[in-house]
């Protein structure tokens, strides 16, 4: 068999590390073309040394090189933040397949992704663990009802609205199942990572806000599901590990043995909960869904005044509950471009973060 030709951008990070073990392990299925890391000089070398891609590129300049490399059958897009964006439509312009795992993407831009991956007849696969169990659930969009996006509900699920009004960084950071980067970890605490996964997944797979339906599932063993028009209800199961979605999203439409480390045992497990959750302790799932229905630059007001708040928690300027306050404040007073340009996406981008930050700084004088 060819060899699948493999760029990865962020390989330095969480998810690019991680693709990096996936692809050690099949070596004889992907050539790296290009490996493209943060900021990370030393990793990106030794990855280099590994891995030998034709090239490597550290910053942000060299991904629309990258995405411009006709060379790659696929794209792995696991940097964070908003650079994601323009070489992911670069990529696509140029009818490479897109292995999605940055959300900025779809949360600040998915109308103009989607259908410029229509357009070009692009496939995109999501890395994220929820939207690839979705991706590998359904067979017949047209026949699904719903779709049912698992949450684990984070450190504070069974804590009280103190305890987490207070919560320390140290608390919000200690997530019970996945081991991510700071920021996603947070925004796991406030499940606004989940109000993220609703807006992307309403891009992803076209399906309206109404038909999006969020359950607290704290094993993190069932990764979503969807319910068909008959009733039937398809999930996907597995342990909690980033390798398995990585690998489904870099090698669909063909499943590999690959890096699986042990084999899946119900037993094991012994059981499954689910359980509703409380959107008036986590009302940040709330704004996620008012941002997505008002949609246009909504969504990328959500997106960036939520992270700068995350920033100012992190950074102990907040607490954890102000970062909801933050966001419906600059939510209530954007005022929303429909359809919009790139361009205007970015634009709003700033604005937002500047007067998020020039709030911030104006509660600690
Ligand atoms: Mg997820």
């Known amino acids: 068999m060819k060899k699948r030709k493999i760029s990865i951008i962020g390989s330095t990070g969480s998810i690019g590390t991680q693709a990096l073990e996936v692809i050690e392990k099949l070596q004889d299925k992907f050539e790296i073309i290009a490996l493209a890391g943060g900021h990370n000089r030393e990793l ?9 891609p ?26 964070s933040g908003k650079i994601g964006l323009r070489p992911t439509l670069t990529a696509i ?53 719903k779709l049912i996006i698992t949450a684990s509900g984070g450190p504070f699920l069974h804590k009280s609205v103190d305890e987490m009004k207070n919560a320390t960084v140290k608390e919000a950071l200690a997530h019970p199942k996945w081991n991510m980067g700071k920021k996603i970890t947070v925004d796991s ?15 992803l797979f076209e399906f309206d806000y109404d038909d999006i339906e969020v359950v607290v599932h ?13 009733g039937s209800v398809i999930a996907q199961l597995g342990l909690p590990s980033m390798h398995i979605p990585i690998q489904y999203a870099i090698s669909y439409p063909e499943r590999f043995e690959g ?9 094991e497990i012994a059981r499954l909960d689910f359980e509703k959750p409380d959107f008036d302790k986590f009302p940040c799932v709330k704004l996620a869904y008012k941002a997505g229905r008002i949609g246009g630059t909504m969504t990328t007001c959500l997106n960036a005044a939520n992270e700068e708040a995350v920033f100012a928690f992190l950074n ?50």
């Not at 990106?44 to 030998?52: E, G, H, V």
């Not at 034709?54 to 059958?73: A, F, H, M």
């Not at 890096?259 to 037993?267: A, E, G, L, N």
């Open 218 to 230: 704290p094993q993190s063993i069932v990764h979503s599901a969807i319910e068909y028009k008959d």
């Open 93 to 145: 312009r140029n009818g490479i397949d897109i292995a999605l795992a940055n959300k900025e993407t779809l949360v600040m831009a998915g109308d103009i992704v989607m259908a410029e991956a229509k357009k070009h007849g692009v496939k995109i696969i999501p890395v994220d663990s929820e939207h690839c169990a979705i991706h590998q659930c359904i067979k017949d969009l047209s026949q699904v009802d």
């Open 44 to 52: 990106l070398d030794a990855q280099a040394k590994k891995f030998n």
């Open 316 to 365: 102990g300027k907040i607490k954890l509950y102000n970062i909801y306050e933050i966001v419906e404040k600059m939510m209530s007073e954007h005022n929303v471009i429909q359809n919009p340009t790139i361009d205007e996406i970015f634009a709003v981008d700033k604005e937002i973060r500047e007067k998020t930050i020039k709030y911030l700084t104006g509660l600690h004088q």
């Open 189 to 203: 605490a406030t499940l606004m990572n989940k109000g993220l996964e609703i807006i992307e997944a309403h891009h």
């Open 259 to 267: 890096i699986k480390s042990k084999s899946f045992s119900f037993s």
């Open 54 to 79: 034709r090239y490597t590129v550290l910053g942000e300049q060299g991904l629309e090189k990258i995405c411009s490399d006709k060379e790659n059958d696929i794209i792995l897009v696991a940097c």
